[in-house]
């Protein structure tokens, strides 16, 4: 069975920083690109960062460079997203998501084919 488990977030202040795990099971993520995205109350979710299988090449939202990095541990079947400097407009539940392959690209939602439950991330100002 495919399962994405995200974790890591939290209550931070402004300023402060996070780290996010995303823990496959039931496959090898080693064979998947994988994204991250978010969805704040009221909004439609949105793409954050992804990052190819063999990690070559990273993905970020105009929003988020500079302050967040996708890594990959393919041995621990695990993606990260760090964040730092965050802002109160980082706050939405995020979600990892399998990448299927999707010859379009990595932006779209529609272009990842399982989910995580997804994490909330809370930064005060």
């Known amino acids: 069975q495919v399962q994405l488990v995200e974790s890591g977030g939290g209550l931070v202040q402004a300023g402060g920083s996070l780290r996010l795990s995303c823990v496959a099971s039931?496959?090898?993520?080693?064979?998947?690109?994988v994204g991250w995205f978010r969805q704040a109350p009221g909004k439609e979710r949105e793409f954050v960062a992804a990052?190819?299988?063999?990690?070559?090449?990273?993905y970020y939202q105009d929003s988020v460079k500079g302050r967040f990095t996708i890594s990959r541990d393919n041995p621990k079947n695990t993606v990260y997203l760090q964040m730092n400097s965050l802002k109160p407009e980082d706050t939405a539940v995020y979600y990892c998501?399998?990448?299927?392959?999707?010859?379009?690209?990595?932006?779209?939602?529609?272009?990842?084919?399982?989910w995580g439950q997804g994490t909330q991330v809370t930064v005060d100002s």
């Open positions: 998501a399998r990448h299927r392959l999707d010859p379009n690209g990595y932006f779209r939602d529609s272009s990842y084919d399982s």
């Open positions: 990052v190819t299988l063999n990690a070559a090449t990273t």
């Open positions: 039931g496959f090898i993520i080693g064979a998947y690109g």
